[in-house]
């Protein structure tokens, strides 16, 4: 058997329930709201004539932006730069999920996936996208992941 070498991964502990002493720390994290249970929100946005899309340093700014206003919890952004055109792909890893980003500047052009659970407010990310990126051209689509069917 090879020697496998231990690798020790990052994790997130959920202070403000250990401190409040929840009696389940280890609840999903379900949201329940207008009589549905679902795993959270998802966002499918897709901006047009947008600009900066090759400006690694707003992209930064404008996915920390996001975070703070969707009252979500970053862990860790990654952004990597393509060459010649100046694309930009990343993600912004969430304890509550994540938001990505794929950019197309030769076609003003950028495609956004928002997914949150918890008490998070993504849709509260739009506005500060479309103003990042000067744009009002705007396709989005909303789905509620894991949503529980209630059965009698």
Excluded at 4 to 31: E, G, H, M
Aim: some cysteine.
């Amino acid at each position: 058997m090879p020697n496998i070498q231990q690798i020790t991964w990052p994790s997130y502990i959920d202070k403000k329930r250990v401190q409040a002493n929840s009696p389940d720390v280890t609840q999903d994290l379900f949201i329940k709201q207008d009589g549905l249970c679902y795993a959270g929100t998802h966002l499918i946005l897709d901006l047009w004539k947008a600009k900066h899309l090759d400006n690694l340093q707003l992209i930064e700014q404008a996915l920390r932006d996001c975070v703070d206003i969707a009252e979500a919890t970053l862990l860790h952004i990654h952004l990597h730069h393509f060459t010649p055109n100046g694309g930009v792909s990343g993600v912004a890893v969430l304890a509550e999920s994540h938001i990505s980003i794929h950019t197309w500047p030769e076609r003003d052009y950028a495609a956004l996936d928002i997914f949150m659970c918890g008490e998070t407010h993504p849709d509260k990310c739009i506005d500060v996208l479309m103003t990042a990126f000067e744009t009002t051209m705007i396709d989005r689509t909303r789905h509620l992941r894991g949503q529980i069917k209630e059965r009698e």
